[in-house]
């Protein structure tokens, strides 16, 4: 559809407006430039289209009232779109669907409608934005890691066995991201929109600076490393009094069973050495050497005979293959072991 940036649309003009439906339900790139393009031909611009998404979407006027001759000429439109069904009001035949919405939004109940719709769309409104942000996945599976840019130009290094939910495009106010699992972050420097990580029981909120987040859904603590800047660490179960502020070096440790969060100083090598290709064990027993194993190469082991699990085995190895590291822990463990596909049998 082939339209001229410079038309100057009324509010009610953009209400009655296929193409504006378009991009506030079911947008596309052609609907994204024009729209964007349109609004920056004139600064009054971006307030009109602010109020009606906002009416489309079935948000209530509280705090700009629209005048009540507009609202009245929109009842009017409304009225002749509807006829008495039994009582009830129902949507006339000939009635297209985007101005379905758009009249159904003038109703409390279908708004609840329209934004189950939304949701179901996989469209997520960050809190305070001017229009729905849609949000990707990128899921980096056992045995691979994966490095994602972000819109801002900042950077995520995703561990094995993680995924990371983001925007392809932030919002004007904030940036917002979501992971399960671990990852390095180094987050481009914007002082008027906060980079925010949530997981499952904390939320990690930046500036600008570079750090590490470890949330595996089976480990018993969520970990945040600071290598550059400054980052706040907030438990969501107690916000406001489960704050924790971490300068370079430091680490908050979050225990999932007391929903408690301590402060201390970490290694680097033990903490960040995974982004670098090193597997660093620390004092570890059996069932975590496996578990990270496991993840980092993207195989199970079939453990079939008993073996020590006190926590007392070090070790670092730098860009090894499984068979290099099953030799070495088959002497200290004392087993056999069989590489069956992307099975370890443990014998």
């Not at 009610?12 to 609004?39: P, R, V």
Request: glycine fraction near 4%; proline fraction near 3%; aromatic fraction near 12%.
């Amino acid at each position: 559809m082939s339209r001229k940036k410079n038309l100057n649309y009324s509010l009610e003009d953009l209400l009655n407006d296929n193409y504006f439906h378009k991009w506030i339900i079911d947008s596309d790139a052609s609907c994204d430039e024009f729209w964007e393009n349109w609004m920056k031909a004139d600064a009054t611009r971006p307030p009109m289209v602010s109020k009606a998404r906002k009416i489309l979407l079935g948000i209530e006027f509280k705090s700009d009232p629209m005048p009540e001759e507009t609202k009245a000429r929109l009842w009017r439109k409304l009225e002749s779109k509807v006829v008495p069904a039994g009582g009830v009001y129902s949507v006339a035949p000939k009635s297209s669907k985007l101005k379905w919405y758009y009249s159904a939004a003038m109703i409390t109940l279908v708004a609840g409608a329209l934004a189950s719709i939304l949701y179901f769309r996989s469209v997520s409104t960050q809190k305070g934005a001017t229009h729905p942000i849609a949000y990707t996945e990128s899921i980096s599976p056992m045995g691979q890691k994966t490095t994602i840019q972000l819109a801002d130009g900042s950077k995520v290094k995703l561990n094995a066995s993680s995924s990371l939910k983001y925007p392809k495009k932030f919002s004007p106010e904030t940036r917002e991201v979501y992971l399960e699992g671990e990852a390095f972050f180094e987050v481009q420097k914007n002082s008027d929109r906060p980079f925010i990580v949530r997981t499952s029981n904390i939320t990690v909120s930046v500036l600008g600076t570079s750090f590490n987040v470890s949330a595996y859904a089976d480990n018993k603590d969520i970990s945040v490393a600071v290598l550059t800047g400054e980052v706040m660490v907030e438990n969501t179960l107690d916000a406001g009094n489960g704050q924790l502020y971490l300068e370079p070096r430091e680490m908050a440790i979050y225990d999932k069973d007391k929903h408690i969060t301590r402060k201390t100083i970490f290694d680097y090598k033990e903490i960040l050495d995974w982004k670098d290709g090193v597997i660093h064990l620390k004092d570890a027993n059996f069932q975590e050497i496996v578990k990270k194993l496991e993840k980092w190469f993207g195989v199970t082991f079939d453990v079939r005979r008993e073996i020590i699990t006190e926590k007392d085995f070090t070790g670092r190895f730098q860009n090894k293959s499984l068979e290099y590291i099953l030799q070495g822990l088959s002497f200290s463990f004392d087993f056999d072991y069989e590489i069956d596909g992307k099975q370890i049998i443990i014998k």
